[in-house]
């Protein structure tokens, strides 16, 4: 058993380590002590009665979190390293409560049953910080930092709802009352948000492991969207993206027949891009290859058949979403645009 017999060393660390970005004075064991308080969308809220916190690359994942009493939080330890749970109930600062050692790979969960704020640390690694929130402890709103009220967000779908355990790729989240600031949460790491507008989220999924999780969208006040087991982390392979999966659609032009790669296929590497047509086109026809940021990667012309475009050489791309736009002018002088998207993996 590793119990805590430094009572007063891991009190006073407890006392500097305190949740929280603006500062306030208060009294704790007859000391004061500066507090500094978190914004409230740092600190993710679960609806259910079991929560996992991830012990990963020396840190607690989420770090912050708010629960309703009777909530069991499992501490998994996916590190390489061994690590303890040591808490505090702040009304009670002196009664520390310290895990067994956490070897790699193993658990330990503590039910919390009363409302308050709980501060913990590792206890071998005491930089490692965290907290708990309880119900809802009078202390909670002198302890946060709101934002501006907002509507609540709400969450509709997730295009698409699977993604590689590496992460690194977009996915389109529908909904609405998303606001600058809006945060998306997979289990126990942020995803890259950028919101493109109250009803729209592009976000950038983080690396994870192989799991189906629940997602939470939480607006800078703190509202909150739990979207239970909603976006699934997979070991996949370089597997081609069928089509009626894809979250971009294709934008075909008159005498289409074809295109390569095919829109909303998957490629790992790529020499050259091209359209073909059933009826000639003439010359000041293009193609352009841009990535999702409209950034112009390379630019085609009119094959010698006169009955397609073509890049023919595309430079090497990184992993990611690219979108080939084509001019098509016909004879005659009519002319239509179209595009279509591919995956690099």
Known sequence: MHKIKRGWLIASIFILIILISACQRTQISGKEINEEKIPAMNVISYDKDEVEVVIDDLAFLPAFIHIKPGTAVTWINKDNAEHTVAFNNRKIPSGITESDVIKEGGSYIQIFNEEGIYDYICGIHPFMKGGIIVGNPAEMNLMMEFADDTLAPK???????????????????????????????????????????????????????????????????????????????????????????????????????????????????????????????????????????????????????????????????????????????????????????????
């Open 155 to 345: 969450v509709f779908s997730i295009s698409p709802d699977k993604g590689s355990v590496n992460g690194d790729e977009k996915i389109i989240i529908k909904g609405e009352n998303f606001v600058s600031g809006t945060t998306v949460f997979f289990h126990h790491l942020f995803g890259k948000v950028t919101v493109l507008d109250s009803n729209t989220l592009e976000v950038i999924t983080p690396e994870h492991y192989a799991a189906k999780i629940d997602v939470i969208i939480t607006n800078p006040d703190g509202d909150h969207f739990t979207f239970s087991e909603s976006f699934e982390f997979a070991e996949m392979g370089s597997k081609e993206i069928e089509p009626a999966q894809f979250m971009y659609d294709e934008k075909k032009t008159p005498h289409f027949t074809g295109s390569v790669p095919e829109h909303g296929s998957s490629v790992s590497s790529l020499k050259s891009i091209s359209i073909s047509f059933n009826y000639p086109i003439v010359k000041g026809s293009t193609i352009i290859l841009y990535d999702l940021e409209s950034n112009k990667i390379a630019e085609g012309a009119v094959t010698l058949t006169k009955l397609g475009l073509e890049i023919s050489s595309v430079p090497a791309l990184s992993k990611g979403i690219y979108k080939a736009a084509y001019h098509a002018i016909w004879l005659g002088g009519s002319y239509h645009d179209g595009e279509f998207y591919f995956n690099v993996v």
